[in-house]
C-alpha cells in the first residue's frame, strides 16, 4: 500500500504504540483487500459489544498511548442503573460493562449508546467517508444518506477512529456500490411491518451469492422508519451493506443507475405470499403476552408518540419495554408521550439493547416484539418471541394474551 508520510510514520511508532498497532490492523486489512492507499475518514461509529475480547483490545489501545483523531459514537451497551432495579445482574458483566465504558471514554468516544446515531447524532452527507461498525448504522448510511463506510468490525472502527483514515476498498469506491440483483416488489409493502417482512424474506429468496438488492416497485413515499428496518432485518439472515430502492435512495433514481448500466442482472421477485409467510414464520404464537420489547433498531420520536396513542388512558397487562435514544427519550417527556407510557405501566429505556445480558427477570417468559432481529439476537438469553406488528404488539400486551 501506499502510504503517506505521516501514515507511515504512525505505523513506524512515531506517534505511540497504540497508533502504531491501529495502523498495522488498517493496513493488515487493506492489503485483504487490495487496497491501494489509506484516505482520511470524517465520522465513525462503533459497535461496542461489553465482551472480554473488545475490552481487552480497547484497552491496549489505551495502555499504548492511543486516542480518537475522530470520535466515533457507539452503539447501545446496557442501562445498569436502571437494570438492577428490575433484574438479576451478573458481578462479572458489570464488570466488563463498566470497565468497557470507562475505557471508550478515555479513548475519547462519544457515549451515545445508540444504535441508530444516523438520525440525530451522527449524520454524514452525501459521499462522505466513514467507518461504521454495526450491521444496522453502515447499511443505512451507504443505502439511505448515500455516504460510504464498508461494514466493519467493531476493532477496525476504532483503528479508523484513532489513526483517521481506513483502507480505499470495497464500498468506498463507486463501481463496488452497484446492485447485484433486481428484486421486484409485486407485494403490497404499505407498514414499518411489511418493509420488516421484506427484509426478513428477500436474502432467502436471492440466496448468498448477493449482497446488494436493488429494490423496484416500493412507494416513493417510503419512510426513514420503514428504509431503517428493511436494511436492518435485511441482515438478520443475509449480509447485506448496502441496497437501493428504485426512486428514493440517492443513487437508484432508476433501475438502471442503481446497476452502473448493467444489463445481466438477475430478478427475484418478492409477492403478497412470500410476505405472509415471512409472518407465519416469525408471527405464529399463541398464549400469553407477559412482556413486550419494541425499539431494535432504537425507535424514533414519531414511532414513540404513535405507541403513546396507543397506550392512552390504558393499563397494561404485561411488561413493556421501549427502547430509543436519549435524546429521543428527552423529547417524548417534553411532549407527554413518557408520561402517557409510564402510567400505562410501560418504561422508555435509554443507553440500551436487547443483545445484552440483563434479562434474567424475563427467563421462562413469553413475549412479543416488533423486531425479527430482537427474536434473533434474544435466543442466546433464553427469551422466546411472537413478532407482530407494533400495533398487535401493544394490543397483545395491553390483553396479556397475543392477538393478531
Known amino acids: 500500500m501506499r502510504l503517506t508520510e505521516q501514515e507511515q510514520a504512525m505505523l513506524n511508532g512515531e506517534f505511540g504504540p497504540g497508533f502504531a498497532r491501529a495502523m498495522r490492523v488498517l493496513v493488515g486489512i487493506g492489503k485483504a483487500f487490495g487496497a491501494q492507499r489509506m484516505v482520511p475518514i470524517s465520522r465513525g461509529h462503533i459497535s461496542l459489544s461489553n465482551q472480554e475480547g473488545d475490552l481487552w483490545f480497547v484497552s491496549q489501545m489505551l495502555e499504548e498511548g492511543a486516542h480518537c483523531r475522530v470520535p466515533p459514537t457507539v452503539n447501545p451497551a446496557y442501562d445498569y442503573e436502571y437494570f438492577k432495579t428490575v433484574s438479576q445482574l451478573d458481578g462479572e458483566n458489570e464488570r466488563i460493562l463498566k470497565s468497557t465504558i470507562d475505557v471508550y471514554r478515555k479513548l475519547g468516544a462519544v457515549l451515545t449508546f445508540d444504535c441508530t446515531p444516523f438520525f440525530e447524532n451522527n449524520v454524514p452527507r452525501f459521499g462522505e467517508i466513514c467507518s461504521f461498525s454495526a450491521s444496522g448504522g453502515a447499511v443505512y448510511v451507504n443505502s439511505v444518506l448515500g455516504a460510504r463506510?464498508?461494514?466493519?468490525?467493531?476493532?477496525?472502527?476504532?483503528?479508523?477512529?484513532i489513526t483517521g483514515v481506513t483502507p480505499e476498498y470495497g464500498l468506498l469506491l463507486k463501481e463496488n456500490r452497484a446492485g447485484d440483483v433486481l428484486i421486484r416488489v409485486e407485494a403490497d409493502a404499505a407498514t414499518e411491518y411489511d418493509y420488516e417482512l421484506l427484509g426478513y424474506c428477500t436474502p432467502k429468496k436471492m440466496g448468498q451469492a448477493y449482497h446488494q438488492p436493488v429494490f423496484e416497485g416500493l412507494s416513493p413515499q417510503t419512510t426513514a422508519e420503514q428504509l431503517m428496518n428493511l436494511g436492518t432485518q435485511l441482515n438478520v439472515h443475509g449480509i447485506v451493506p448496502m441496497f437501493h430502492v428504485a426512486g428514493v435512495t440517492p443513487e437508484a433514481p432508476d433501475v438502471e443507475t442503481a446497476f452502473q448500466g448493467r444489463k445481466d442482472y438477475p430478478v427475484v421477485t418478492v409477492t403478497d405470499e412470500?410476505?405472509?409467510?415471512?409472518?407465519?414464520?416469525?408471527?405464529?404464537?399463541?398464549?400469553?403476552?407477559?412482556?413486550?420489547?419494541?425499539?431494535?433498531?432504537?425507535?424514533?420520536?414519531?414511532?414513540?408518540?404513535?405507541?403513546?396513542?396507543?397506550?392512552?388512558?390504558?393499563?397494561?397487562?404485561?411488561?413493556?419495554?421501549?427502547?430509543?435514544?436519549?435524546?429521543?427519550?428527552?423529547?417524548?417527556?417534553?411532549?407527554?408521550?413518557?408520561?402517557?407510557?409510564?402510567?400505562?405501566?410501560?418504561?422508555?429505556?435509554?443507553?440500551?439493547?436487547?443483545?445484552?445480558?440483563?434479562?434474567?427477570?424475563?427467563?421462562?417468559?413469553?413475549g412479543v416484539t416488533e423486531s425479527p432481529k430482537c427474536a434473533y439476537y434474544t435466543k442466546r438469553w433464553n427469551m422466546a418471541f411472537t413478532v407482530k406488528s407494533i400495533p398487535a404488539c401493544i394490543q397483545s400486551v395491553l390483553k396479556g394474551e397475543i392477538v393478531e
Open 149 to 161: 463506510s464498508n461494514r466493519e468490525a467493531a476493532q477496525s472502527a476504532m483503528c479508523a477512529a
Open 274 to 366: 412470500d410476505l405472509a409467510q415471512a409472518r407465519r414464520e416469525i408471527s405464529a404464537g399463541a398464549g400469553k403476552a407477559d412482556f413486550c420489547i419494541l425499539g431494535c433498531p432504537h425507535l424514533t420520536i414519531g414511532q414513540v408518540g404513535s405507541i403513546a396513542a396507543m397506550l392512552e388512558g390504558q393499563k397494561l397487562a404485561g411488561q413493556l419495554y421501549i427502547f430509543t435514544s436519549t435524546s429521543t427519550r428527552e423529547l417524548a417527556r417534553r411532549m407527554g408521550y413518557l408520561d402517557v407510557i409510564h402510567a400505562a405501566g410501560g418504561e422508555i429505556v435509554i443507553n440500551s439493547c436487547v443483545d445484552q445480558p440483563c434479562w434474567s427477570h424475563l427467563n421462562g417468559m413469553s
